[in-house]
């Protein structure tokens, strides 16, 4: 869009107190509420909401709210810009997120360098392999000799001068021993009217030969380097703000049109490489349940990064009116500050702020979306990675989500206890008993040999050093610390589920699917071939966790599902967990 067009954008050179003046006036809230009714507007801070806002509460009917919040912008009118900038393009859906935005995605793809190998082998094949042919052909013409011959000669000898200082990549053609180096060599005698000796007149019929029986091969269509792919998907990211995402990043990763490749001489219907496509998808804006079921956040660790857009989602779902929630999932977007390290403290004062005040009783509770955030987030990490622990960035999300929810308890996050003065985390006695009054006669106990009630009794004394000890002894490394043993932080995390019997009990975790679908997918996740040891602990840990959970009948069902897979293990992975499940079966009886 032209900024000057004063149609599209009538603050297009105006200060903010000219601004904010024109917004007030009836031509300029028109011209707020038909941002509001497309969404074509972008927030580049928070406060560019305020005059949308007042828009919006004049529209509503609440004249009142409206002027008082105009009355408070006031004094500050003159220096700070409340009005929203124009856009092309709708502000993202409310419930959006993604991976990265545009600008990161922009980034990521500029910083990949041209490959020197791919590159010098594009020359030999553009460059010099039909300089050869060249060579070739002049030699076998049938004038060779002539004075015409020697001409074209000349002119050649002088083109190979130019070429070989303007490519440099591949260097095969300085080879002596090359075809070309004799059929060059060859030429320079016979143009300064030289014979040839009989050794270099037999070389040059065997280069002749060799080059003859190789010419003609290798003539596939020249394919553009990957290099060259990504300057045309940068040119087709350009197109978009760059602190976005993109709601359609199927136009993006298409292979070359018929238009693009007039333009760059990219030959047209060439597929984009993985690795870029990779890159671009990153920056799908869409519901977080659909960027998960395509791979698009391929790791819980991943999914930590975006889950700081959860709560901007959840909050702005609160709101009843389609306009209000875009607006304010506008205004969440824009605070300043990196978005992954979001804060309560940060949330509340953007919540606080005068544009959100004035929208009174339209404002969802924070604990509700506080409480709904954490929840799926909870529920959708256990459905896609039901065998992969919870990443310490997750635990960090959750202990933060925690505190608006007003949760009672903080989530248990590593380090257990200082590297330096050996201090046990005062968190632990929670998890512990978390999980002993979760898991106390189920599976989960006899299958690690767990006494819950010894557990509780610790975790009620508030008693974090006696609860590591004990996890020492389990972990037959009595008297170790539990800051630097990987065996008792091993045990630690299968003491208090690792923050599982949390979820469940004070974040309402439950999954849709049902336990039973979490303990088969921890399953698939234990065996995958590949796996590491540490991997195969924690899935299997989470397996016994669900199973735990599982109603009889339905425990039942899995128990007798795992059997069946097992017999068809590779010989391998059976061996593995043949010992785990002879202990699982045993438990469960």
Known sequence: MNENDQHLNPLAGMSPGEAFAHCLTDEGLAWLRSLLDSGRYALRAPEEAALLTVAWLLRDGDTRAAWELVEELLPSAGEVRFAPHPCDLPSPDAGAVHRRTVGEAAALLSRRKANPAVEAQREALAVWRPFEDELLVHRLRADAHSAPWRADGAALLTRYRSLAAAHTRCTRHLDPRSNASVLRRALEEDVAGRELPPREAGLVRRAVTAAAAKRGRNRQP??????ELTALVLRRLSAFPSDRGVPDVEPLIAPVSVGEAGESGLPAGTAIPAPVVAVVAGTHDAQLGVLLSRGTIPSAEVLAEVAPQLLITH?????????????MAA???ARRGNLYWWDAEQHARLT???WVRALGHRNPDPRTTARAALRTLGELTLRYFPGAGLPNLLVLMLSRLAAPAELPVPFLAEPFADSYSGAVSKDLPMAARTAAELLHGT?????YGIDYAEVRDLAIAQDPDGIAKLCAVRAGRAGRPLASDPAVIEQTKILTTFNLALLVRYGGVAPQAGWGSLARGAFTAATRPGATAKRSACAW??????LSLCRAEDQASVLAWIDAQAGRLPA?????V????????????
């Open 222 to 227: 020249d394919r553009p380097t990957h290099h």
């Open 315 to 327: 909050t702005a779902q609160g709101y009843a009116d389609g306009s209000l929630r875009t607006l």
């Open 331 to 333: 205004m969440h977007r």
């Open 352 to 354: 606080a702020s005068p």
């Open 443 to 447: 599976v989960y106990e006899p299958y």
């Open 541 to 546: 840990r989470q397996l016994l966790f669900f």
């Open 572 to 576: 391998r992975s059976a061996a593995r």
């Open 578 to 589: 043949a010992l785990p499940l002879a202990g699982l079966r045993l438990a469960a009886a």
